[in-house]
């Protein structure tokens, strides 16, 4: 039976299978969210390469971070898009295996850079009479290159191993984008160990910097219950439960997505649904909660604002 299987080298993407009227709905409401999340976190690079107020550690993160979620939702968006208009849509092997490089890579820094940007929070809130000396040019740039090269790097070798497999018919992938359940579940032969060592890999980095994150945020709360004026603790509070939100939404949908095996074809239709969150989502609401909703960066719009109507 498995001798008679063609062996593939394109697949088609099922993506959200619904009437040509809903398609077109549907690819209007999530082209206008890409192009918001586009603009959002445009803005904020912009601003922060651009008003000397934002040349602070936090916001040369955060800067750096927008720059990520361009790439990652970009990594997976088009893909989605292409899908609601097109009533057919194939992507080739190798570009299956470029859009999960690219999509793993830059959802990797984004969790470095999660832990990296709670470090931060915790020693300004924490330790602030060390945070100047401590949090200085040298170190954010070279937590920076961490991130960036770290993430990059990470995913070498699975996305290396996952090439080593052969894919056959049928060739019909239940996902809007390419990634490792439906890939694998077309595989010729399974090869479980390939499997476990892909999972091991994103389970050990997703865990690793959810701990982290999870413990500089704990600190932080501790920190913040132990303030006397009631106005700051307010106001911190506020800020911490708005970073959480983020952090909680997307490391919910990856460790469901990821820290686990690869024996879910029965759930593609929820992982699907779950994936939308984590690369459409909270790329849009991620700048609205880190940046946008701080008065130094509305400051700065204003202040850029003024600037042009001169």
């Known amino acids: 039976m498995e001798e008679n299987r063609t062996v593939v080298v394109e697949f088609e993407l099922l993506g959200f299978p619904t009437s040509p009227q809903l398609q077109v709905i549907l690819f209007l409401l ?26 602070k550690p936090m916001y040369f993160f955060i800067s750096n971070f927008s720059a990520v979620e361009i790439g990652f939702t970009t990594a997976a968006v088009p893909k989605l898009l292409s899908g609601f208009l097109m009533a057919k849509t194939t992507i080739s092997l190798n570009c299956c295996l470029t859009q ?8 990797t820094v984004e969790v470095v850079f999660l832990a990296i940007m709670s470090f931060d929070r915790y020693l300004a809130i924490c330790k602030p009479l060390h945070y100047s000396s401590v949090m200085n040019t040298r170190l954010c740039t070279i937590l920076v ?29 239940n996902h809007f984008i390419c990634d490792t359940s439906p890939l694998f579940a077309l595989a010729c032969v399974r090869s479980y160990t390939i499997e476990m060592i892909c999972y091991s890999f994103t389970s050990t980095m997703i865990l690793l910097c959810f701990v982290l994150t999870s413990t500089s945020y704990i600190f932080i709360i501790k920190t913040i219950l132990m303030t006397s004026s009631t106005t700051g603790r307010r106001k911190a509070f506020s800020t911490c439960t708005s970073h959480l939100t983020v952090v909680a939404i997307f490391y919910g949908s990856l460790i469901f997505m990821y820290v ?50 001169k």
């Open 145 to 173: 290159i961490f991130c960036w090269i770290t993430g990059f790097l990470w995913i070498v070798v699975p996305i290396t191993l996952v090439s080593q497999l052969t894919f056959c018919s049928p060739n019909v992938m």
């Open 100 to 107: 999960l490089y690219l999509f793993f890579s830059f959802g």
């Open 260 to 309: 686990r095996t690869a024996n879910a074809e029965a759930a593609l239709d929820l992982d699907k649904v779950i994936a939308l969150f984590y690369s459409v989502v909270t790329p849009l609401i991620n700048p609205l909660i880190y940046s946008l909703r701080n008065k130094d960066v509305i400051k700065a719009v204003k202040k850029a604002i003024q600037n042009k109507a």
């Open 30 to 55: 999530f082209l206008m969210i890409y192009i918001l999340t586009l603009t959002e976190n445009l803005l904020i690079i912009f601003l922060v390469f651009c008003d000397h107020n934002l040349h």
